[in-house]
């Protein structure tokens, strides 16, 4: 699905969706996207941050219900700040305008192999119980003793892939394919940004965490035990 309200950044992108062999939803505001979606399942959905007349970042809240579909969010900003927000409120990628199709079809091609496994997958059940943690896998919640810490959808992927092998080093690569899909292997300052925030949410010393452990050059581990 595309939600963009430009008319010529539409067209191409429909016209190389189509030579490509994708089925191809086109929408260009924020009713008809969210009716398309709900109505839809897309596993892929490409949308514009800067829609002219709605909040593209509420939008991709909204779309985000869907849990087992990868949104890639465009804009026209280049601010770190924007790219950050936006795969915090649960975009799976972030690409700046002026794009590269073939950069741009390459994205949607990972995102479509993380969609589909999604589908297939069963998200985790149940609460984990920590030291003073409590989290709850179905609402992406967590309790640091009695105070409430709400989990962006990234934050609880990462912390997902950790629980798995709570205990054990889990190398860069293997987290960055359990979060952000298997071609993005390489970008860990992502896996830096989200390791501080978990850990400012999380750690009642972020400096120094008991919990979510550095295994230097190699990765992280979540410490099975108290330290």
Same mark, same amino acid.
Request: glycine share 4%; charged share 25%.
């Given at each position: 699905?595309?939600?963009?309200?430009?008319?010529?950044?539409?067209?191409?992108?429909h016209?190389?969706?189509?030579?490509?062999?994708?089925?191809?939803? @086109?929408? &260009?505001? !924020?009713a008809? *996207?969210? %009716?398309? +979606?709900?109505?839809?399942?897309?596993?892929v959905?490409?949308?514009? /941050?800067?829609?002219?007349?709605?909040?593209?970042?509420?939008?991709?809240?909204?779309?985000?219900k869907?849990?087992?579909?990868?949104?890639?969010a465009?804009?026209?900003?280049?601010?770190?700040?924007?790219?950050?927000?936006?795969?915090?409120?649960?975009?799976?990628?972030?690409?700046?305008?002026?794009?590269?199709?073939?950069? @741009?079809? &390459?994205? !949607?091609?990972? *995102?479509? %192999?993380? +969609?589909?496994?999604?589908?297939?997958?069963?998200?985790?059940?149940? /609460?984990?119980?920590?030291?003073?943690?409590?989290?709850?896998?179905?609402?992406?919640?967590?309790?640091?003793?009695?105070?409430?810490?709400?989990?962006?959808?990234?934050?609880?992927?990462?912390?997902?892939?950790?629980?798995?092998?709570?205990g054990?080093?889990?190398?860069?690569?293997?987290?960055?394919?359990?979060?952000?899909?298997p071609?993005?292997s390489?970008?860990?300052?992502?896996?830096?940004?989200?390791?501080?925030?978990?850990?400012?949410?999380?750690?009642?010393?972020?400096?120094?965490?008991?919990?979510?452990?550095?295994?230097?050059?190699?990765?992280?581990?979540?410490?099975?035990?108290?330290?």
């Amino acid at each position: 699905m595309i939600v963009e309200d430009d008319e010529s950044t539409r067209a191409l992108l429909h016209a190389a969706l189509i030579r490509c062999g994708y089925d191809v939803i @086109l929408t &260009a505001s !924020v009713a008809h *996207a969210e %009716r398309s +979606a709900e109505a839809e399942q897309p596993s892929v959905i490409l949308l514009d /941050l800067d829609l002219v007349r709605a909040n593209g970042m509420r939008l991709l809240t909204a779309l985000r219900k869907n849990k087992a579909c990868r949104i890639i969010a465009l804009s026209n900003s280049r601010a770190e700040f924007v790219a950050v927000q936006a795969l915090d409120e649960g975009a799976s990628d972030f690409v700046a305008k002026p794009f590269g199709i073939d950069s @741009l079809l &390459a994205r !949607v091609r990972v *995102a479509l %192999r993380g +969609a589909l496994s999604l589908k297939n997958e069963r998200p985790p059940q149940g /609460l984990l119980e920590l030291g003073p943690w409590h989290i709850d896998f179905e609402t992406y919640t967590a309790w640091l003793g009695r105070e409430p810490v709400r989990l962006t959808p990234t934050e609880h992927k990462l912390l997902v892939a950790l629980v798995a092998r709570r205990g054990s080093a889990v190398s860069h690569r293997e987290l960055l394919r359990a979060v952000w899909g298997p071609e993005s292997s390489e970008q860990v300052e992502y896996l830096r940004i989200y390791m501080r925030q978990l850990r400012r949410k999380l750690e009642a010393e972020p400096s120094h965490p008991r919990y979510l452990l550095t295994v230097p050059r190699i990765g992280y581990r979540l410490c099975a035990e108290e330290r």
